[in-house]
């Protein structure tokens, strides 16, 4: 069946700091890819979306390319700030808009 | 409403007992899912409504899960004699018809059964 693996968390870097979380999925066709954040007290957010291979989603310096020989769509940004302290799930949409979820990942960002 | 309204926002229940969740999706808004999420898991599918219309009901853990949407609206996941086990956050979300997963997620509703 279809699943989603991301690396495990918590992250902690420093303001300004590279970000990077890995996604991998495992489905059959071609699914649309996601990242959703769920900051602290909110609901789930679409943050970036991706629906075909070799696609770039991004939004708030957040990017993530659909690649579809390594199977993956790593979430990445070049400056992170305290403010993007939040869980970062990744998450693959298949036939009747199902989404298929990783673990999450969380994120802490010190000043 | 300006987004989708779950309620209650947190809800303690004993072992055996049934419970009721809320959902109140967006105005409009045609399709309506519940997910399950687990202390530090990511969110679990549970099912899908269309309209008024069950269409996929495949992540409902037991027959002790029940969820209805009789208006097309408004829709409630029910939880028979609930065990620990079925403590977790319950999401719900909604999308326009033609929105390619634009989903709108809920808070949540925080159930603990002790």
């Known amino acids: 069946g279809n699943s989603v693996t991301q690396m495990e968390g918590p992250v902690t870097l420093s303001e300004e700091a590279f970000l990077t979380i890995n996604c991998t999925y495992t489905?059959?066709?071609?699914?649309?890819l996601f990242w959703y954040v769920q900051y602290p007290g909110e609901g789930l957010q679409l943050l970036l979306k991706?629906?075909?291979?070799?696609d770039k989603g991004s939004n708030k310096g957040f990017e993530a390319t659909y690649r579809k020989e390594t199977t993956s769509f790593h979430l990445e940004k070049g400056s992170v700030q305290v403010s993007d302290s939040a869980v970062y799930f990744c998450?693959?949409?298949?036939?009747?808009?199902?989404?298929?979820f990783g673990q999450g990942t969380r994120l802490t960002i010190n000043p | 409403g300006a987004g989708v309204s779950q309620s209650p926002r947190y809800k303690v229940a004993k072992r055996g007992q049934d419970v009721a969740l809320r959902c109140d999706p967006i105005?409009?808004?045609?399709?309506l899912f519940w997910y399950q999420q687990a202390l530090g898991q990511g969110p679990e599918f549970l099912t899908y409504?269309?309209?008024?219309?069950?269409?996929?009901k495949s992540g409902l853990p037991s027959d002790r899960f029940f969820a209805e949407r009789p208006e097309g609206s408004v829709s409630t996941l029910k939880i028979q004699r609930t065990q620990q086990e079925d403590s977790a956050v319950y999401l719900c979300?909604?999308?326009?018809?033609?929105?390619?997963?634009?989903?709108?997620f809920g808070s949540g509703t925080r159930l603990t059964v002790v």
């Open positions: 105005s409009g808004h045609v399709s």
């Open positions: 409504f269309q309209n008024e219309a069950q269409l996929d």
């Open positions: 979300a909604s999308s326009s018809d033609d929105s390619h997963y634009g989903y709108t």
């Open positions: 998450a693959l949409g298949q036939g009747a808009q199902k989404l298929v």
């Open positions: 489905a059959t066709g071609y699914p649309s």
């Open positions: 991706a629906t075909k291979a070799d």
